[in-house]
């Protein structure tokens, strides 16, 4: 029984890989899309000054 037990276990991990895997080929084009938007307001706010707003 401690075998069927271990076996099934593993049939769930693969299961359950293969479920996240699919999961990312089918939002690659969104996942890509969100990454793109937060290195963009990353390297916005990274190149904000305090005093920006402040014109001579």
Do not use: N, P
Request: hydrophobic letters at 50%; glycine letters at 4%.
């Amino acid at each position: 029984m401690k075998v069927a037990r271990f076996v099934l276990k593993i049939v769930a991990l693969s299961l359950a890989a293969a479920a996240a895997v699919c999961a990312v080929i089918a939002y690659w084009d969104g996942l890509t899309e969100m990454c793109g938007c937060v290195k963009d307001k990353l390297q916005h706010s990274a190149s904000i000054d305090e005093y920006d707003d402040y014109e001579e």
